[in-house]
């Protein structure tokens, strides 16, 4: 099924609809690569398919958004065993977006579900009717509200992306991953994950990793009295003399003299080990 709604240029100023419709797509359809002249969003209704863009590959799948920006080359395609089914809003602006539209290449947001229905769905206008375009601008600025809305974003983007972050972080910590391995495998653009990341722990990625691995490494030090090179390996270094620099760099001195100090003062193995003063 093909539905593509008939849209006259009003051309208004602040947003200009200029397509808007929906997609039954069939096994492995695509399109691109390709650019626009305008924004293109699409709202994932069921199914699944792959988005890329110049910074990555996206899996998608329900509720999922993927954006396209003014001539920014990007290539999708469903997937073969169950694809997707979309609905499409393009538009032109002269206004300032919320940031997640300029820097985010997909996100999760089950809430826009029933404004891109009632966009697509809305049966008080007929192909081609006046006032469809007026009625379309009033839901692409609906689109906009809700990104504006930080806490109920939060609380979707906390539950798609950033409490599996942590469950990663914590349980893997100790083998060599990073942020770069994190986000591919949450399927999202690495800097949009920083800025969600940040925006709900108050830290970045990286920073929240390196303070698991370095409370962690002090432990090993203080309460296990492991050597510094097995220390490096049980939190995920293969290069000692990287690990000793970034325990340096955090605690303000050396892993042997961090376990000196600390092991000079009385400690209960419940402690947990802090920067020395």
Not at 102 to 107: E, P, R
């Amino acid at each position: 099924m093909f539905i593509n709604r008939t849209i006259i240029n009003q051309n208004y100023n602040d947003i200009n609809p200029v397509q808007c419709g929906k997609q039954i797509c069939d096994p492995s359809h695509s399109y691109g690569p390709a650019t626009r002249t305008y924004y293109l969003l699409h709202f994932v209704i069921s199914g699944k398919g792959t988005f890329f863009t110049q910074r990555g590959k996206f899996f998608l799948e329900k509720n999922d958004l993927f954006i396209i920006r003014p001539y920014e080359i990007t290539y999708y395609e469903a997937d073969k065993n169950d694809p997707w089914s979309y609905i499409w809003i393009g538009f032109n602006c002269n206004i300032t977006l919320p940031t997640i539209l300029n820097s985010a290449d997909t996100v999760y947001a089950p809430f826009l579900e029933k404004i891109f229905s009632d966009a697509v769905d809305n049966q008080n206008f007929e192909n081609g009717r006046l006032g469809y375009e007026a009625f379309l601008c009033g839901k692409i600025f609906e689109i906009c509200a809700f990104f504006y809305s930080n806490d109920r974003i939060s609380s979707e983007v906390s539950e798609r992306y950033i409490k599996p972050a942590l469950t990663i972080m914590e349980s893997e910590f100790c083998n060599e991953i990073n942020v770069g391995d994190i986000s591919k495998r949450l399927h999202i653009n690495r800097s949009y994950f920083s800025v969600i990341f940040k925006h709900i722990t108050k830290k970045t990625p990286g920073e929240y990793l390196s303070e698991l691995r370095m409370k962690e490494a002090a432990k090993l030090l203080t309460i296990y009295n492991c050597s510094v090179a097995v220390t490096a390996g049980s939190v995920g270094y293969t290069d000692v003399f990287v690990f000793s620099r970034a325990f340096k760099n955090y605690f303000g001195c050396s892993p042997t003299k961090y376990a000196t100090i600390t092991n000079e003062m009385p400690m209960s193995p419940d402690d947990s080990p802090e920067k020395p003063s």
